[in-house]
Nanobody
């Protein structure tokens, strides 16, 4: 009923920038919370950023605060993750996630809908 699809990943040098996009389709009106998570090879999935539609609020992981920016465009049904000053440790598959009402936005198990992910590789 809800479909999420990420795009914008790729290969970039350290210090460079990328903008990830998440396109939502289906019953998107059901989604109040959108988040970005990432998973690096051999590591666990971790929270990156989240934003709520109603009662606007934004959360960032400490590791990306000041470098990444999450935003939304309701008219286009899209959520973005602007990533600046990228570091090799940012290399991971980035996932877009959504939920009608996530109680804990930093917890992956709180989200019901997920995209397939987009690869981000930062070289040094």
């Amino acid at each position: 009923q809800v479909h999420l699809e990420e795009s914008g990943g790729g290969l970039v040098q350290a210090g460079g920038s990328l903008r990830l996009s998440c396109a939502a389709s289906g019953r998107i009106f059901r989604l109040n919370t959108m988040g970005w998570f990432r998973q690096a090879p051999g590591k666990e999935r971790e929270f990156v950023a989240a934003i709520r539609w109603s009662a606007p609020s934004i959360n960032y992981a400490e590791s990306v605060k000041g470098r990444f920016t999450i935003s939304r465009d309701n008219a286009k049904n899209q959520v973005y993750l602007q990533m600046n000053s990228l570091k090799p440790e940012d290399t991971a598959v980035y996932y877009c996630a959504g939920d009608r009402q996530a109680m804990g936005v930093m917890t992956s198990s709180e989200y019901d809908y997920w995209g397939q992910g987009t690869q981000v590789t930062v070289s040094s």
